[in-house]
């Protein structure tokens, strides 16, 4: 259990929870993690849009994109709705704008 790469990563976890816990500079992150959490949002968010293009219909894509520009919050609950079903492969093909729009029915009949 003398693994060099496993203690690397214990000692960097340890710091980040000392860190977060007041341990540092009165829980104030440094400018490396905060560039460090500003580039993994992003690569998560660009993940997010890629898993997204690959199960819409170009025409659902663009309404959705529309809705984002009014409804921001509607617009993520539909994107998480159908990223939800993608990875439990509830979805038989391509979400087409037809099938939008019942998502967004059933999230306006929640609210």
């Known amino acids: ?7 690397a990563i214990r000692q960097r976890r340890m710091a980040e929870l000392m860190a977060k816990s007041g341990g540092g ?3 104030m992150p440094n400018p490396e993690e905060a560039e460090q959490q500003e ?10 849009r890629t898993m997204l293009h690959a199960v819409m219909q170009p025409d659902a894509r663009e309404r959705l ?8 919050e509607k617009a993520r609950n539909v994107e998480n ?12 093909g391509k979400v ?7 998502m967004l029915e059933q ?3 929640r609210e």
């Open 65 to 72: 994109a529309r809705i984002a520009l009014v409804k921001p």
């Open 81 to 92: 709705m159908i990223l939800g079903a993608a990875k439990r492969g509830a979805l038989p």
């Open 1 to 7: 259990m003398d693994d060099p790469e496993l203690e």
């Open 39 to 48: 580039e993994a949002r992003r690569a998560a968010e660009e993940q997010r």
């Open 25 to 27: 500079q009165g829980g």
């Open 107 to 109: 999230i306006s009949e």
């Open 96 to 102: 087409s704008e037809d099938q939008l729009k019942g």
